[in-house]
């Protein structure tokens, strides 16, 4: 049994599950595949995934994996990501049924405590609900013995490019087609968000010293391991850490135009010289 242990789930997984399912066939109301991450201590992030192709007996209702297809794909991925390894599994629907527990005894058999992530793609509740669960024994000591999906929490985590993308998404459905920014356009939301939230914080904080709101303990311990995180420095140290790191970000932005353009010249002066050339003969 699994004590305290966090599952945290990258949005490109869900677009995986969400694509693999809406490319099924018609005759399939599930779909089931593994799960590829990292394991640190109790926390196990979810970075990656693939779809296994499986089938049910309609008399016994037992399930039968293709194996074979995923060792395949496993030792693929693994040549792209070498850090993934196999985490657990995914299945769509919006509970746990009877042929969790076989499938999940052949990953057990892959890594230890495999975690099951479960995701309603049928919207029963008006969203796509994300569950995860672990497997744990239970019985009587020389007793009868048997095995339950326990819950485990499960968060959304994303890499900052990540971040972007989803921001650049959510701004496409209100207006339909939305052009990528450049850095420094990026740099300006950003700052105006912060500067938002800061001030929504400072103005929480003013009305809980004027007793104006009912202090929060959980707010209070964010705020708290808030101030512990930023650095302590002056003014201007501040000032020239910024400067330094725009100087860099402009520099980057410098280079990367002028090889986009020395690229283009080669290209140009490439077809030209091969125009001269099929004149000449």
Known sequence: MVLNLTVKVHPVVLFQIVNAYERRNLDRTSILGTLLGTID?????????????????????????????????????KQVHPSEVIVGWWATGFEVTSIAVPINDYYARQCPNPVHL????????????????????????????????????????????????LKTLVKTRMTGKVEPK???????????????????????????????????NSVGRNLLKLVQAVPKMSREDLDNMMSANIKDLLMAMYLSQLTRVQT?????????????MNLNN
């Open 182 to 216: 450049a850095e420094l356009p990026q740099i300006t939301d950003a700052t105006t968000e912060f500067e938002d939230a800061i001030t929504l914080v400072l103005s929480y904080v003013e009305d809980v010293l004027s007793d104006k709101v009912t202090p929060d």
């Open 118 to 165: 479960l995701v309603d793609t049928t919207l029963r509740s008006g969203k796509m609900g994300i569950k995860g669960f672990v497997q744990v024994d239970i019985g009587v000591p020389e007793g009868s013995q048997g095995a339950m999906f326990s819950p485990v929490p499960v968060d959304l985590t994303q890499y900052p490019p990540e971040a972007v993308a």
């Open 264 to 276: 283009q010249l080669n290209e140009k002066l490439l077809m030209t010289s091969n125009n001269i």
């Open 41 to 77: 201590k109790n926390c196990v992030e979810v970075s990656n995934c693939f779809v296994v192709p499986h089938s049910i007996s309609p008399q016994d209702g037992t399930v039968s994996i293709e194996m074979h297809i995923a060792d395949t794909m496993y030792k693929l991925n």
